[in-house]
């Protein structure tokens, strides 16, 4: 998430995962959604599909808007046969923070290890707040990095988290102390 002074977040999602394959089941599609809360700003991009070690294209149809929902975004990718399958997907899109001032992420399915990292601009502050029932500790003080990004360990490499786990960032505008308005 990158966010100007004026509030506007170009959001960056990124998920790379190596998805466990039951060997009992036939599972040969790989989902997952995306929910854009303002609808000015619903148009969201895949830039980036890698499945299986093979880049995939949106031209295959793979990355669609919702017809019953203008806000919703569906994946389906077909997924190759094997019980491990590396997924990378990125994508992009913007939202006005004055309008949605929150970014809420579910997780939908087990997961292991995860970070977030943020930059704001300087007339804004994020505030983190852990949703759901697993209590996974303290996530603590961002760690800052080059640029003026911040980074969040929501788990370790090799901890779980589990469907239903959650996290808000709660974006709050600072007031210039000059500023009588």
Not at 81 to 103: F, M, W
Not at 131 to 154: A, S
Request: proline share 6%.
């Amino acid at each position: 998430v990158n966010i100007d002074n004026d509030g506007i977040a170009s959001i960056t999602n990124t998920f790379q995962a190596d998805l466990l394959i039951n060997p009992c089941k036939e599972v040969n599609e790989f989902s997952q959604s995306i929910k854009i809360e303002n609808p000015k700003y619903a148009n969201v991009v895949l830039t980036y599909l890698e499945v299986g070690g093979k880049p995939v294209a949106n031209t295959e149809g793979v990355f669609n808007k919702d017809d019953k929902d203008a806000g919703r975004f569906q994946l389906k990718v077909e997924l190759p046969e094997g019980n491990r399958i590396r997924v990378c997907r990125t994508y992009q899109y913007q939202d006005d923070l004055k309008e949605t001032p929150y970014l809420a992420i579910t997780v939908g399915r087990y997961m292991k290890g995860a970070r977030l990292s943020l930059k704001v601009g300087g007339s804004w502050e994020v505030k983190f707040i852990e949703t759901g029932f697993q209590p996974n500790g303290p996530v603590g003080t961002p760690e800052n990095r080059p640029q003026g990004w911040k980074t969040w360990y929501l788990a370790g490499q090799n901890e779980l988290i589990l469907p239903g786990k959650g996290y808000i960032f709660s974006f709050i505008p600072t007031m210039n102390k000059c500023d009588k308005s």
